[in-house]
């Protein structure tokens, strides 16, 4: 082959290979982190809160695990939208380990149920403030930057409900 054409082949694949690497849709690999662990988190507390609905609860208690299922949902289909314009798939379901935890709390007694529901809300909305918190300040991509901030107060107010909910046990 003759250098000519070397340098030609050369010329032509070298800027696609750039143009593939500074393609703004591929996301930096922190921000697909932030995808997978968001929707797993909303996944949990969607799924406990399900299993919470088939249990004795107050009305407070009924509402918030209602107001749960109904704001995670709305936030996973929000990020699912934003993932799929960034060509990432989010997590369908919960993994093996995530589904053994809310079975395993769902198998609580009825009279301990209630108190165990509330502190894994609590737990699980500590984890994502942080999650969140850290998305907001060092995001990569612009978009899943906007939607951390905006995201974050509803997290904050679950996390004063579960904790005024279980300061009563």
Avoid: W
Avoid at 135 to 150: R, T, V
Avoid at 151 to 159: D, G, M, N, V
């Amino acid at each position: 082959m003759s250098l000519r054409r070397i340098l030609a082949i050369v010329a032509f694949i070298l800027p696609l290979s750039l143009m593939q690497a500074a393609d703004p849709a591929v996301l930096h690999e922190d921000d697909q982190a932030f995808i997978k662990k968001a929707t797993t988190a909303c996944l949990i507390e969607i799924r406990s809160s399900e299993a919470a609905l088939k249990r004795t609860l107050t009305a407070e208690e009924l509402s918030f695990a209602r107001q749960l299922i109904s704001d995670h949902g709305k936030v996973n289909d929000e990020l699912a939208s934003i993932a799929k314009k960034k060509n990432v798939t989010p997590p369908a379901g919960l993994a093996a380990d995530e589904q053994e935890k809310v079975a395993k709390m769902s198998e609580v007694k009825d009279k301990d149920f209630n108190e165990e529901f509330l502190e894994h809300a609590i737990t699980c909305h500590k984890k994502s403030i942080d999650l969140f918190e850290d998305q907001a300040e060092d995001g990569k991509d612009a978009d899943l930057k906007a939607f951390a901030i905006k995201t974050l107060p509803h997290l904050k107010a679950h996390l004063e409900t579960a904790k005024k909910l279980e300061a009563k046990y």
